[in-house]
C-alpha cells in the first residue's frame, strides 16, 4: 500500500507539470518563434549594411585579429531591439556588467545575458520546487544559477586585464621604435595590433579600426581607457591626448611610462609574494568548516544529518556560508595593497 501511494503521488506531480509546464512552455517557445521571425524580416538592410562592413569579399586576406575586432565594434549593434531589452538596460548594474564582459572579450549583451540568468535561475527554482526539495535548496539552486556565471566571467575579466597589464612595457617600446622609424600615430597602432597577441593586439587594432571607421583616433582611445579600466592606459592616452595638443616627443613619453610600469609591474610582485601566505589563510579558513562538515557526514551521518534534516539547521548552514564569505572578501581587502 505505501508504494502503491508513493507511485500515485509521483503520478499526480507529473499530472501537474504536465497540465501546468507544457502549455507554458509551448506558449514561450511560440512567442520566442514569431518575435524572431518579425525581427529578421526587420533587419534585411542592417544586415546589408553589416555585410559591407565585414568585408566578406575577402575574408581569407583579413587576419584572425582583424576578425575578432570587426565582431567586436559589431556585437551589440543590435542589442536593444525590443521594448523588453531596453527597459532592462536601464538597470544601473547593466553598464557594470557590459564592462566586465568587454573586458573578458566576451561576445555578449549584458542586457540579454540578465535575461538569460533570470530566466536560467527561475527554471532551476521550479524544478527543485516540483521535485519536493526545500525551500533553501530551491533559492541555492537559483542562486548558484545567477553566481557561478558571474563568477566564471570575473575570474576571465581579472586573468584577462593582468595578461594585458604584463603587455603594456613591450606595446609602449614598440610604439616608441615605430614612432622613431617614422611612423605615424595610427600607424604604430596598427603595428602593436598586427605584431602582439591578445588581449593588447586585439584593443589596439580595434582603435585602429574604430578610427579607420571615421572615429577620430583620440575618442577611439579614450573609449579603449575606459573599456580597459586600467591606470597605465589612463596614463598613455593622457600623454597622446597632450602630445597631440601641444606637440612633444611621444616617444621618449612612451619609454618613460614603460619603465615605470615594470616598476610597478615588479614591485606588485614583490607584495604579492609577502602576502600569498594571508591569501592561503583565507582559502584555509574558508574550506576547512566544508571539509570537516562533510568528514562528518561520513563518519557520523546521524549526527550531522541534523543540520540539513532539521529547519534550524539549514538555517545555520545558510549563515555560517555567508559568514564564511565575508570573512574571506575581508582577509582579501586587507591583503589586496595598491601598488
Not at 610600469?261 to 601566505?277: N, Q, Y
Amino acid at each position: 500500500m505505501l508504494t502503491a501511494g508513493m507511485l500515485a503521488m509521483e503520478l499526480g506531480i507529473l499530472e501537474q507539470v504536465a497540465l501546468y509546464g507544457l502549455p507554458l512552455i509551448g506558449s514561450i517557445m511560440l512567442a520566442y518563434a514569431i518575435f524572431n521571425l518579425v525581427a529578421d524580416l526587420r533587419k534585411v538592410e542592417s544586415k546589408k549594411v553589416d555585410q559591407r562592413l565585414r568585408d566578406r569579399d575577402d575574408p581569407d586576406g583579413e587576419s584572425a585579429h582583424e576578425r575578432a575586432v570587426k565582431e567586436s565594434i559589431l556585437r551589440r549593434q543590435h542589442e536593444l531591439d525590443s521594448a523588453f531589452s531596453q527597459a532592462v538596460a536601464k538597470f544601473k548594474f547593466i553598464p557594470a556588467l557590459q564592462r566586465m564582459l568587454d573586458q573578458a572579450n566576451l561576445p555578449w549583451s549584458a542586457t540579454k545575458l540578465s535575461i538569460q540568468l533570470v530566466g536560467v535561475a527561475a527554471a532551476a527554482y521550479i524544478a527543485a520546487y516540483f521535485l519536493q526539495c526545500s525551500q533553501w535548496i530551491c533559492i541555492s539552486s537559483a542562486g548558484a544559477c545567477v553566481a557561478l556565471p558571474l563568477l566564471a566571467i570575473l575570474i576571465k575579466q581579472r586573468m584577462r586585464l593582468a595578461k594585458f597589464m604584463n603587455q603594456l612595457p613591450d606595446v609602449f617600446e614598440l610604439m616608441s621604435q615605430a614612432l622613431r622609424a617614422g611612423h605615424s600615430l595610427a600607424n604604430s597602432i596598427l603595428i602593436v595590433g598586427q605584431q602582439l597577441p591578445d588581449p593588447v593586439g586585439t584593443e589596439f587594432a580595434r582603435v585602429f579600426h574604430e578610427q579607420n571607421l571615421g572615429i577620430k583616433i583620440e575618442d577611439a582611445l579614450k573609449d579603449m581607457a575606459r573599456r580597459i579600466g586600467l591606470m597605465d592606459v589612463r596614463f598613455f592616452v593622457t600623454a597622446v591626448l597632450i602630445q597631440r595638443q601641444t606637440g612633444g616627443d611621444l616617444a621618449e613619453v612612451l619609454d618613460n611610462i614603460s619603465g615605470v610600469i615594470r616598476d610597478r609591474i615588479k614591485l606588485f610582485g614583490s607584495v604579492k609574494a609577502l602576502t600569498a601566505e594571508g591569501r592561503l589563510s583565507g582559502y584555509v579558513l574558508l574550506a576547512l568548516p566544508v571539509v570537516v562538515f562533510l568528514v562528518e557526514l561520513i563518519i557520523n551521518p546521524n549526527y550531522a544529518d541534523v543540520m540539513l534534516s532539521e529547519e534550524i539547521g539549514q538555517y545555520a548552514l545558510i549563515g555560517a556560508g555567508i559568514s564564511q564569505l565575508l570573512g574571506l572578501a575581508m582577509i582579501q581587502k586587507i591583503v589586496n595593497i595598491k601598488v
